[in-house]
């Protein structure tokens, strides 16, 4: 449709200029020919009425002849121009038949068309508006042309309309435009429009063909679309990235003037999770809906800020508190425009006034509360998102202090982050380098003082010596590293381990023990991964030891039961670490197909001082037996140590005493000297006492 408008150079168009220009051409003749006409007629009646007067009637023969001649000559040239008459006809009454159809067409193309077509004139009145009109903006034809153009149209959107249509008539060509217009029934619609100039015949251009589209629909589908793409579907608060947005903005001002100050609140909400997982899913989303809008409610009124009073600019950009949900249970406020740290301290400790009421949730009073964390603008954040991370470290602080808790970021905070981070991405780095070292412990059977077994433990290699687990595996748990690290310990363990059995033979085998973390613990398939690395190496599962710490076994019984199931049926020894840090008792520890305790070294070291912790492993000893499982006792120092442990029954021991965890040429050697020296399995212990 807006092909025959358009000023393109389009075939049709084409065609149009040259009908135009033939018509043109011809009727020009036409005027000519006319001329010509009335002059031949004229001469022709002055000859014959002159012919006919008396004093001009000649007698001779030769002259009647000569004026037959002359009215012959004149009748042919009469004739010859009736014939081009016609045939001029002819050919104006074709292109008036075609100029006719094109504006039927025009007309049926016009009057059908969703579109709204209007042609309007240089004072912006519509000589013509399509029916379309009506159906879309309400108005009748009388009420359109009765009004200017441009009345029915946004106030804000007017100049760029006018200005679209002077360009247009200067320049013949049109722009694609949008703009509202008001319908009938006072709603705004959003119209796209294309305006095109028609050419009148002196080649000015005054009229516009308008061609009008209502893309209000569409329009709102991609509002919709942006809204949602920077909103919470369940909270309608603005979402991570729109508030990444927002502080950016907030950073970028304050480089601008350096007395404003803001700050970015990180709330979360205490056991969130286990409320969610109690009550059920509907009623959580039920809960951060109301949560949403108690955060709202507080953050409402400007009472709790005190403004810096800025230049009116900055003050306008920042009039309101941003609040948006980032996920989960996790809400961000962004305070513009603050005075000083109190002003955001006041308002955290008001939203959690406000949070510590009771919901109702679900027919259900929930009592709740929240952790905030603070971190307060400066010229030294290069982007948004250090910003909120920091307010995020300032509530993990928050939190570890207890329920309900409020801390602002501060420097001690920022260093500890920092190491934190360098200490992630080192420890990515080193695992592709290999820097992880696996060290054994040999583990005593006190039966024989022969070694069982050995447990691995893993060394970090850094330049700057060997780096103990105590400084890395917490945070490697935390990141997942733990996985490929464990993983690839196991796989040297292993190999290791056919190395130890083919070189000391030994009936039972020799064993290795390897620890595992609440991530490990938690993977889906655990026992399938440690049976294909078994299988890989060749080596029997009974030969590997599985050690679990006794505060992992414990924190989901039913979900541990599982697990050790699982590697029970794979055929791997079980082992409860740490024995006697938790609060469980060996009676709970029944349940679990476990084959040993590990006591833990701190009632080994304890053992000789006082008589309550001598007791306690005493009484681990033998409770243990009454299961069913063996005992291992860790951190075994002195000979003192052991020789309660033996009297106790306790039957293996693992401890400095011994050897400290070495590498594996270490152990080669402490292997050597012991299987070695003790082939037949006789005392050597007895000796060294
Ligand atoms: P754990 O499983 O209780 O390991 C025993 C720890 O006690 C080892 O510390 C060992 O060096 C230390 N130890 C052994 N005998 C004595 C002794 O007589 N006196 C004293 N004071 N200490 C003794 P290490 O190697 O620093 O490991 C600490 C913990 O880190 C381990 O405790 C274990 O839970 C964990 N761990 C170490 N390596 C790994 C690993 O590769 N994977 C996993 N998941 N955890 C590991
Ligand atoms: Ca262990
Ligand atoms: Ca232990």
Redesign the pocket.
Known sequence: MTNIFSSNKSPEREMEAQFLTLSRKLEGREWWLWGFAVAVTLMLTAGIVSLTLPQFRPDSESYWLDLKEWVRALSCLVLLFDIYTMYQQLLLQRIRRKLAERDRLFQVITENAADMIAVIDAEGRRIYNSPSYEKVLGYSQQELKSTSSIEQVHPEDRPRLMEAATKARLTGRGERLEYRIRHKDGSWRILESTASVIQDPAGGTHNLVVVNRDISERKWAEDQLAHNALHDALTNLPNRTLFLDRVQHSLTLSQRHPRYQFAVLFIDMDQFKLFNDSLGHTAGNELLIQIGKRLNASLRGSDTLSRSGLPEESAMLTSEAGLARLGGDEFTVLLEDIRDSSDAIRVAERIQERLALAFRVSSQEVITSASIGIAFGAASYAASEELVRDAEIAMYRAKRQGKAQCRVFDQAMHESAMNRLRLETDLRRALESGEFR??Y?PIISLENERVVGF?????WQRPTGLV???EF?AVA?ETGI?LP??QA?LREACGQLRQWHSQFPSQPALRIS????PR?FAQEDLAGQMAAILKETGIAPQDLDV?I?ENIAMEDADKSAGVLGELKALGVHLSI??FGTGYSSLSRLQSFPVDAV?I??AFI?KMCLDAESSEIVRIIIVLAHNLGMSVVA????SAAELQQLRAFGCEMA????FS??SDSESANAFLRSRQAVNPSGSSVLQAQL
Request: proline share 8%.
């Open positions: 696996v060290h412990q447990e691995t433990l893993s060394r103990p687990p105590s595996i748990d733990i690290l464990n310990l390897v620890n595992i973390t490990q050690e710490t670490d740490d590990k833990d070294r070291s860790e951190g075994v120092e693992q401890g400095y005493f400290r965890p």
